[in-house]
C-alpha cells in the first residue's frame, strides 16, 4: 500500500532565495502537503525566550538591542529544535542555514540523524528571482490597516488607486518596504548567501528553480525535487 504524502519520510529540505522569492509561501505549502513542520530562526528564538531557556535567557537582551544572536548561542537552539520527535520524517528549514559556516555545522548534525530510506544530507532548492522582479515584488506591496488585505500595485493592484477593494480604507506601505531599504536588503542577502549556493552546489545538492513562474508551478517543480531525491519519482 502506498503511504500517503504526509505519512511518508522527506528528509530535511532547505529552501534559498532572497527576500521577495517566495520561499516562505513554498515552505507553508510543503510543510502542509508532508505534514512536516516549517523551521525558521526567528520561531526557534522567540520559543526560547518564551520559555526562559538558559539559551533563550542570554539571547533575549541581543534580541531587544537589535543585535544578532552569535553561532554559539544559536545552534544549540536548532539542534534541540531538530532533535524533536516532529522532524523524525523530515522539516523544512526557512532562513537557516545562513552562512558556508552554519551549513557545515547542519552538515556534521544531519550525520547523526536517519531517515527511512533516504540518503543523508538535505534536499537544497534555491528559488530564483530576478532583482527587477523583486523590488517591484516588495516595494510594491501595500496593505490595508483594517482588515489586513494585501495588494501589490504592479501585480495585483486595488480597483481604486491607494484605496482597500474591501473597506475602502487608505492603504499603506510598510517603512521596510521602501525602495531604499529593499535595495541594501536585497544587496546583503546576495553578498552572504552565494557562498552558500556555491557551497550546496559543490556538493552537488543545489537545484536551482525559476521563481518568476506561477506559484503552483513552483510547487509543483519543488515537489518533484523532493519525490525524486526520496527515491519515489
Known amino acids: 500500500m502506498t503511504k500517503p504524502a504526509s505519512a511518508v519520510a522527506v528528509g530535511p529540505v532547505i529552501l ?29 528564538l522567540r520559543d526560547n525566550v518564551a520559555r526562559g531557556t538558559e539559551l533563550g535567557k542570554k539571547a533575549d537582551p541581543i534580541m531587544k538591542s537589535g543585535g544578532l544572536v552569535s553561532d554559539e548561542l544559536m545552534l544549540p537552539m536548532v539542534g534541540d529544535r531538530l532533535s524533536q520527535a ?46 527587477n522582479q523583486l523590488l517591484q515584488r516588495l516595494t510594491g506591496r501595500r496593505s490595508c490597516p483594517v482588515d489586513g488585505k494585501i495588494y501589490n500595485v504592479y501585480f495585483q493592484p486595488p480597483q481604486k488607486d491607494g484605496v482597500c ?12 518596504d521602501k525602495e531604499e531599504v529593499i535595495s541594501k536588503r536585497l544587496l546583503e542577502y ?3 548567501t552565494l557562498p552558500l549556493v556555491d557551497y550546496y552546489r559543490r556538493q552537488g545538492r543545489l537545484v536551482e528553480l525559476d521563481g518568476e513562474a506561477q506559484p503552483d ?3 509543483a517543480e519543488t515537489v518533484a525535487v523532493i519525490e525524486k531525491t ?4
Open 16 to 44: 534559498l532565495g532572497a527576500p521577495g522569492a517566495g520561499k516562505g509561501t513554498q515552505a507553508k505549502l510543503i510543510a502542509a502537503r508532508y505534514g512536516i513542520p516549517q523551521i525558521s530562526t526567528g520561531d526557534i
Open 86 to 131: 516532529d522532524c523524525d520524517r523530515g522539516f523544512i528549514l526557512d532562513g537557516f542555514p545562513r552562512t558556508v559556516g552554519q551549513a557545515g555545522w547542519l552538515d556534521k548534525y544531519l550525520e547523526t540523524r536517519r531517515f527511512e530510506g533516504l540518503p543523508m544530507g538535505p534536499v537544497v532548492v534555491n528559488i530564483k528571482v530576478g532583482y
Open 165 to 176: 477593494d474591501t473597506c475602502g480604507a487608505q492603504l499603506v506601505q510598510r517603512k521596510d
Open 190 to 192: 546576495e553578498a552572504q
Open 217 to 219: 508551478r513552483v510547487t
Open 230 to 233: 526520496a527515491g519515489r519519482a
